[in-house]
């Protein structure tokens, strides 16, 4: 199973402020198959970003993915209030499907 | 728009069946190249993908929890539903169903492995 480890696990920022959360695998994921995702208290994860850099329907553009092989990386250009969140990676390789375990993104 | 609701016991004793519905709405469960999961939350903690069923009745299963888990498709009520026997305190969670678009290419349909809309989600707590 490939196990996804995310950091920072809380990273403390401003509105307007750039925000760069990573996702490491334990081995190499295809692009197509890596995926994040957005949780506020109380709601359902909310997908961003899938194949590694698209935005899913509806997502701001100052939301982008970047990365390959056991790399990725989440960016969100200027942080707005709404931002601040959980934000959750997730790959499917080797038959197996995981989550990392989030990042929190707060505000300082 | 497809919407995805969650619904059933929110308490089950240790030992028993845990069994949930998802009623899809929007769109049929039956659409050629959707892929209908199930993934849980345990209390403060990350996510953990539990399996899934295709349009078709194909299913595919964590690993983990195959010998326990049946996800099933029910098409003249539209809507998939999970069952978890032999629960424990480590099955307290709130479960989500999502689904997967899929994509097709020359050889057919397949999963996306992504997960697009959820539901809001229920929470079951497994206790005496």
């Known amino acids: 199973e490939i196990v996804l480890t995310q950091s920072p696990g809380t990273l403390s920022l401003s509105p307007g402020e750039r925000a760069t959360l990573s996702c490491r695998a334990s081995?190499?994921?295809?692009?197509?198959?890596l995926a994040w995702y957005q949780q506020k208290p109380g709601q359902a994860p909310r997908l961003l970003i899938y194949?590694?850099?698209n935005r899913a329907t509806g997502i701001p553009d100052r939301f982008s993915g970047s990365g390959s092989g056991t790399d990725f990386t989440l960016t969100i250009s200027r942080l707005e209030p709404e931002d601040f969140a959980v934000y959750y990676c997730?790959?499917?390789?080797?038959?197996?499907?995981?989550f990392g375990g989030g990042t929190k993104v707060e505000s300082k | 728009q497809v919407q995805l609701r969650e619904s059933g016991p929110g308490l089950v004793k240790p030992s028993q069946t845990l069994s949930l519905t998802c009623t899809v709405s929007g769109g049929s469960i039956t659409s050629d190249g959707y892929y209908w999961s199930w993934i849980r939350q345990h209390p403060g903690r990350g996510l953990e993908w539990i399996g899934f069923i295709s349009y078709n009745g194909s299913s595919y299963y964590n690993a983990s929890l195959k010998s326990r888990l049946t996800i099933s498709l029910d098409t003249s009520n539209n809507h998939f539903s999970l069952r978890l026997t032999s629960v424990t305190a480590a099955d307290t969670a709130v479960y989500y169903c999502a689904r997967d678009p899929g994509y097709y290419d020359t050889s057919g349909y397949y999963p996306n492995n992504w997960f697009d809309p959820w539901g809001q989600g229920t929470l079951v707590t497994v206790s005496s």
């Open positions: 997730q790959q499917f390789g080797t038959s197996s499907l995981t």
């Open positions: 081995q190499s994921v295809s692009s197509s198959f």
């Open positions: 194949d590694a850099s």
